[in-house]
C-alpha cells in the first residue's frame, strides 16, 4: 500500500474524528485506519507511538473547535449555549475529552495546550462581561473563580440534557421528575441556562 507522506498525520487526526463520532473512539484502531486511508499497517506508527497519542489529537481538536464555536458567540451568555451545543453534536468526542480514558492531560502536552485555550477564552469573555456591565475593577481571581463555576455548571447541564435525551424516549407521566426536565431541556432549557449563569455570576 502507498504510504502518503507529509499528509499522513492530518489524515490520520481527521479519519479517527469522523470515526469517534461515528463508532466511538473505543472502537479506534491504528491498523483500521491505515487501512482506510491505504497506507502500510506500520505507516501510522511514525506519527502515533500509540493509540492513545491519536485520541489525545483528536480530543485537542475537540477543544479546538469548542474554542471556535465559543469564539463566535456575540456575549458571554452565548458561551454557555455554544459550549452545551457542542457536547450534544459531538457527544462521543466530548466524552474523549472529559473522560478518564487519557488520563492527565500533562502527558499530552497539546492536549493540554488545546484545553486550555478555552478557559483562557472563558475568561477573556467573561472579563469583558463584567465590563459592559460597568465593573472595570473586577480582580483576576473572582474571574477565574467565576470562569470554573461557569464551566462545572456547563458540564454538569451537559449531563442532565443527555440523560433527559435519552429518557425523553420512555413514556413517562408529566409529574415525573425526569419528565420535568425534559420539558425543560426542550422548551426553555437556553433561558434556563443564561439565567443560571447569570445568577453565578452575580457580584
Not at 492513545?52 to 452565548?78: P, Q, Y
Amino acid at each position: 500500500m502507498k504510504y502518503h507522506h507529509g499528509n499522513l498525520k492530518e489524515n490520520l487526526i481527521e479519519q479517527a474524528s469522523i470515526a469517534c463520532e461515528e463508532f466511538g473512539w473505543e472502537n479506534i484502531s491504528l491498523r483500521n485506519l491505515a487501512k482506510q486511508l491505504e497506507v502500510s499497517q506500520t505507516a501510522p506508527y511514525r506519527h502515533f507511538e500509540t493509540k492513545e497519542d491519536l485520541l489525545a489529537e483528536v480530543a485537542a481538536k475537540g477543544f479546538r473547535m469548542m474554542n471556535d464555536d465559543m469564539n463566535k458567540a456575540s456575549n458571554f451568555l452565548e458561551n454557555g449555549l455554544a459550549y452545551c451545543d457542542f457536547a450534544l453534536k459531538y457527544q462521543n468526542t466530548y466524552d474523549l475529552m472529559f473522560g478518564s480514558y487519557l488520563g492527565s492531560f500533562t502527558q499530552y502536552p497539546i492536549l493540554m495546550d488545546a484545553s486550555l485555550t478555552v478557559f483562557i477564552t472563558l475568561e477573556k469573555n467573561l472579563k469583558d462581561h463584567f465590563i459592559n456591565l460597568g465593573h472595570y475593577d473586577v480582580s483576576k481571581e473572582i474571574i477565574d473563580e467565576k470562569a470554573i463555576s461557569v464551566w462545572a455548571f456547563m458540564h454538569g447541564i451537559v449531563g442532565i440534557l443527555r440523560k433527559t435525551e435519552r429518557a425523553s424516549k420512555n413514556d413517562l407521566t408529566n409529574e415525573n421528575p425526569i419528565k420535568i426536565m425534559i420539558n425543560l431541556s426542550t422548551n426553555n432549557w437556553d433561558k434556563y441556562i443564561k439565567k443560571s449563569i447569570n445568577n453565578i455570576l452575580s457580584i
